[in-house]
């Protein structure tokens, strides 16, 4: 069905109707480019859920990828930016085969279009010029008719006058034949312009105006044709990217079903695991002795000495996880009683105010009691984080901050890093020693002596790392040899099952594996063991046993204090002040009326919270976290 011929006459109606197809083509480009943008918007935001996610170098995130849950978790982060990507496709995809097409199609239909329209308006033009002609031929020609009929009937008039003159009579006649001559011309020229008019109009009805249509219906259904494929091809930018979609989904189902709940239970062993051994039983420590060497006046001992033996004795067995001496035995031995009130005189002075020495001294609480404010307290913030990297920054170069089993781990990758770095190191020496061989036998490709100094500083740098293997294998050898023997560990591991349902003292055990500042000691409770049974004697002191403490971090300071008054300080766990003295606070006050105050790195103790005038930093952290 032709448009030429079945609308002939609709030449406006198919104007409007092209313009509106342009139009939606128009509008249909405009939808695909907002999918197009929606699709990057979206590819954008899935790429930087992905990045806010991964993890972050030099962090806690960073180690636990270890787990297998973090892995996936990972796995599926990567699939997710894959994916993110395939969307990207879309949106190029998009905008290349559709929106870009459809831009230059457009711009090809609208000059057809307007042309085919230009053409049809100069038909139709031409055809209205030629029917004016015709009319204005027609209009002459019936006026001449009508002229020559008037001029007729007047000459007949004029002959039939007896009256009228024979001159005039001939006139009248000659008139009437002009005017009869100007009809008869009229008439032929109305009927050549009749027939051109009628050959035109057949033309333009049928020939030229059925072209033009013809031309204008074969671009109409060009452009619904390049719409279809638009939509197909809309369809298929999608159709595309299923596969490699699936993949991704694939990815992260595979992920998903990666997740070892019993790899990772073993990880986290892997990595708390200190390597010390739960703390030995408290022994019994008989204070009546003194009370019976202080009746009997034949006794040889000397109370101090009996005081040092029953403190001493479980000073290695008890704790094992606190390396500060001063710090433990300010727990066991800190005072409870309340602190003696200041002096009543309205101006601090030196003679005026004597110590109470009921204050510190007083009945002190069983050590059970103290084991169980310790157990009880609560532990530093920071604590958790310092099982892996210790209280302060990464630690010490031998990772002594660490337990034993995290050190030996620690060591261990340390050593393996520096053999694959002297490897390395190794295998650029084999190579530019051949490449001095080559220069020895075809001097014209190099001087040999060019890469001496290069392979000196090789030598040097292999050196320097073989000396740090050795330094870092001597202290796994030392850490190894501390550690308790995969049996021994074994037998724990056995008793513990069978005792698991019987006892709660596994708990308070593994609580109390953190020593208060959040960190660890190498000494084993084995060990102490090994040398309380060496060294029966308690009163007896080794260097080793007054050491054992020592490598600990001194508190951290809180604050500055003004001594009010003076204090003697006399007691056991207390400290002797002067009165205007300056020192430093390393604990606040926690309602016992005590407050612990440090003179130097080897001098603290406790003195009354009323004899001083306490000046606490604001940005001090952790105040309050320490027993």
Partial sequence: MSWGTELWDQFDNLEKHTQWGIEFTEKYAKFVKERSEIEVNYAKQIRNLSKKYQPKKNSREEEESKY?????????????????GQHELISENLTQLIINELSRFLQELKSERKSHFHDGRKAQQHIETSWKQLESC??????????????????????????????????????????????????????????????????????????????????????????????????????????????????????AESVEPKTDSKQVVESYKSGFEPPGDVEFEDYGLDMKRTVSENSLSNPKEVKEKSTGKSKGKLWPFIKNKNKLMSLLTSPRQPPPAPPATSSPS?????????????????????????????PKIHCLRSLRR?????????????????????????????????????????????????????????????????????????????????????????????????????????IFETQNNATTVSNNCAQDRESPDGSYTEEQNSETQVKASINPNPTSSTPDDDDEFDDEETLPTIGTCKALYPFEGKNEGTIAIAEGELL?????????????????????GYVPTTYIEVFLETNAKGAMTYI
């Fill in 138 to 255: 027609k209009k002459r020609f019936e006026r001449d008719c009508k002229e020559a009929d008037r001029a007729q009937q007047y000459f007949e008039k004029m002959d039939a006058d007896i009256n009228v003159t024979k001159a005039d009579v001939e006139k009248a006649r000659q008139q009437a034949q002009m005017r009869h001559q100007m009809a008869a011309d009229s008439k032929s020229e109305y009927s050549s312009y009749l027939q051109k008019f009628n050959q035109e109009q057949n033309d333009h009805y049928y020939t030229n105006i059925p072209n033009i249509f013809q031309k204008l219906q074969d671009m109409e259904e060009k452009r619904i044709e390049k719409l279809g494929e638009c939509m197909k091809t809309f369809a298929d930018v999608d159709r595309q990217v299923l596969p490699i979609v699936d993949k991704c989904l694939d990815g992260m189902t595979k992920a």
């Fill in 350 to 378: 030196s003679s005026a105010v004597p110590n109470d020495p009921q204050s510190p001294k007083q009945n002190k609480e069983p050590l059970s009691h103290r084991l169980n404010d310790f157990m009880t307290s609560k």
């Fill in 390 to 494: 210790g209280v302060s920054g990464s630690g010490p170069e031998d990772f002594s901050h660490l337990p034993p089993e995290q050190r030996r781990k620690k060591l261990q990758g340390k050593i393996d890093d520096l053999n694959k770095d002297i490897q390395k190191e190794m295998d650029k020496r084999d190579a530019l020693t051949k490449m001095k061989d080559v220069y020895v036998k075809n001097p014209q490709m190099g001087d040999p002596a060019s890469v001496d100094p290069r392979l000196a500083e090789i030598a040097e740098s292999i050196e320097k790392m073989q000396f740090e293997v050795q330094k870092f294998e001597g202290w796994l050898a030392e850490v190894e040899e501390r550690m308790p023997s995969k049996s021994d560990t074994q037998r724990r591991s056995v």
């Fill in 68 to 84: 297998t849950f973090c892995q996936a978790f990972q796995q599926t982060l990567s699939e997710l930016n894959d994916y993110a």
């Fill in 584 to 604: 430093y606070v390393i604990e606040q006050d926690k309602g016992d009326g005590w407050t612990r105050i440090r003179r130097n790195e080897e001098e603290e």
